[in-house]
């Protein structure tokens, strides 16, 4: 059985880290939980502080090996298909060291024992964009920022396999696999909320649907994608320069992907609204800032991933909610499903619009609650 972050045994080897990393006279408290199976800890010794992620080896499916096949990645789980690290602390590590060596801010990595899956971060604060928006930041200048840094990371190049404490982290492709896995997250869980459960066929149909689609995302180079790049993972840094005054914290899932992904995460957030007079301004910010070419191709590939991740994210809303016992993730449905609605109205989007009026016409009145 795998433990998980608060079984006292691992309690006990998280204490006996700290003290062989020189942390084991730290206060150590513990942050709210999240929707993942990692665990995190904030440590203060005096004038040193530091953040701890406990992310125990084994709590998750395994990642997708390098060069995995469709049927190979469907058998270790989902995790394989959609190309996931889970709880892998190498790959953290290594990408944390790929960013900040570009001069983003990511989180210097400290001290880390992999095979045991604890880190010590840098402890970039706490001004994530969900709260200094709140309490008074400018949301217009943080989401400019937010998209010159994202522009700056898809012009940067990274190396397939960066390295960190002496383990390497293969950086693979967001490939149809990884992307139809995804979606198919809304037939698993969020279509069967209000209607049957679709059979084989129907999900046939709508696998279908979104293969007409997907080739439009090879309208742009690829570059690294964060695949979570919104409100409550960014931090404002003001202190620092350019690029560096937004802070990066959820990055381990990083894929090669089409550059509209992460724009797309950041301008409809699940869980805040946006200004509606800044996802124009963003969106062209960033099209400058990456250097692309072609606004028509790019628009229609956003909203083809727009789609996709809030096909995704619908179908995990729900999952959380009636897997996992967290009904307050079931209050974001509405957000989401209007962002939903209004992605698959792009001209591009046509056969999936129609597999949604088939499978799902619910998610219509969910979008207008």
Same mark, same amino acid.
């Given at each position: *059985?795998?433990?998980?972050? &608060?079984?006292?045994?691992?309690?006990?080897?998280?204490?006996?880290?700290? !003290?062989?990393?020189?942390?084991?006279?730290?206060?150590?408290?513990?942050?709210?939980?999240?929707? &993942?199976?990692?665990?995190?800890?904030?440590?203060?010794?005096?004038?040193?502080?530091?953040?701890? *992620?406990?992310?125990?080896?084994?709590?998750?499916?395994?990642?997708?090996?390098?060069?995995?096949?469709?049927?190979? $990645?469907?058998?270790?789980?989902? +995790?394989?298909?959609?190309?996931?690290?889970?709880? +892998?602390?190498?790959?953290?590590?290594?990408?944390?060291?790929?960013?900040?060596?570009?001069?983003?801010?990511? /989180?210097?990595?400290?001290?880390?024992?992999?095979?045991?899956?604890?880190?010590?971060?840098?402890?970039?604060?706490?001004?994530?964009?969900?709260?200094? #928006?709140?309490? %008074?930041?400018?949301?217009?200048?943080? @989401?400019?920022?937010?998209?010159?840094?994202?522009?700056?990371?898809?012009?940067?190049?990274?190396?397939?396999?960066?390295?960190?404490?002496?383990?390497?982290?293969?950086?693979?492709? @967001?490939?149809?696999?990884?992307?139809?896995?995804?979606?198919?997250?809304?037939?698993?869980?969020?279509?069967?909320?209000? %209607?049957?459960?679709?059979?084989?066929?129907?999900?046939?149909?709508?696998?279908?649907?979104?293969?007409?689609?997907?080739?439009?995302?090879?309208?742009?180079? /690829?570059?690294? &994608?964060?695949?979570?790049? =919104?409100?409550? +993972?960014?931090?404002?840094?003001?202190?620092?320069?350019?690029?560096?005054?937004?802070?990066?914290?959820?990055?381990?899932?990083?894929?090669?992907? =089409?550059?509209? @992904?992460?724009? #797309?995460?950041?301008?409809?957030?699940?869980?805040?609204?946006?200004? +509606?007079?800044?996802?124009?301004?963003?969106?062209?910010?960033?099209?400058?800032?990456?250097?692309?070419?072609?606004?028509?191709?790019?628009?229609?590939?956003?909203?083809?991933?727009?789609?996709?991740?809030?096909? !995704?994210?619908? %179908?995990?809303?729900? $999952?959380?909610?009636?897997?996992?016992? !967290?009904?307050? @993730?079931?209050?974001?449905?509405?957000?989401?499903?209007? =962002?939903?609605?209004?992605?698959?109205? =792009?001209?591009?989007?046509? /056969?999936?619009?129609?597999?949604?009026?088939?499978?799902?016409?619910?998610?219509?009145?969910?979008?207008?609650?």
């Amino acid at each position: *059985m795998t433990a998980s972050s &608060s079984d006292p045994a691992r309690a006990e080897r998280r204490a006996d880290f700290l !003290k062989a990393a020189g942390w084991g006279a730290a206060d150590v408290a513990p942050f709210p939980g999240d929707a &993942s199976t990692r665990a995190y800890f904030r440590l203060r010794d005096g004038a040193r502080a530091a953040i701890l *992620m406990d992310a125990p080896a084994g709590a998750e499916a395994p990642a997708c090996p390098p060069g995995a096949d469709p049927e190979t $990645r469907a058998a270790l789980g989902y +995790n394989a298909l959609a190309r996931l690290a889970g709880p +892998n602390t190498a790959a953290f590590a290594a990408l944390a060291g790929a960013l900040t060596a570009r001069g983003f801010s990511a /989180p210097t990595v400290f001290e880390a024992d992999l095979e045991a899956g604890f880190l010590i971060l840098e402890d970039l604060g706490d001004a994530l964009y969900a709260r200094a #928006i709140p309490g %008074g930041a400018d949301e217009a200048q943080l @989401y400019l920022a937010a998209a010159d840094t994202l522009g700056a990371i898809h012009r940067s190049s990274f190396e397939d396999e960066p390295e960190a404490f002496g383990a390497r982290w293969r950086i693979q492709a @967001y490939d149809d696999t990884a992307l139809l896995a995804e979606t198919e997250l809304f037939l698993d869980w969020y279509a069967p909320e209000r %209607g049957d459960a679709p059979g084989a066929a129907a999900r046939a149909d709508w696998a279908q649907a979104w293969r007409q689609v997907l080739p439009a995302l090879d309208s742009h180079a /690829p570059g690294l &994608s964060l695949r979570d790049y =919104h409100a409550e +993972n960014l931090l404002w840094l003001p202190e620092r320069e350019a690029e560096a005054r937004v802070g990066l914290i959820d990055f381990q899932d990083a894929l090669f992907g =089409h550059p509209a @992904y992460d724009l #797309i995460s950041l301008i409809e957030d699940a869980r805040r609204d946006v200004r +509606n007079d800044l996802t124009g301004p963003v969106t062209d910010r960033f099209f400058d800032a990456a250097g692309l070419a072609d606004r028509d191709a790019f628009d229609a590939a956003a909203a083809i991933l727009a789609a996709q991740r809030n096909a !995704k994210i619908l %179908g995990i809303f729900v $999952r959380l909610a009636r897997r996992d016992g !967290k009904p307050r @993730y079931l209050d974001l449905l509405p957000r989401v499903a209007g =962002h939903f609605v209004r992605d698959i109205s =792009h001209p591009a989007l046509g /056969p999936v619009r129609a597999a949604v009026r088939e499978l799902a016409p619910h998610v219509f009145a969910e979008a207008d609650r």
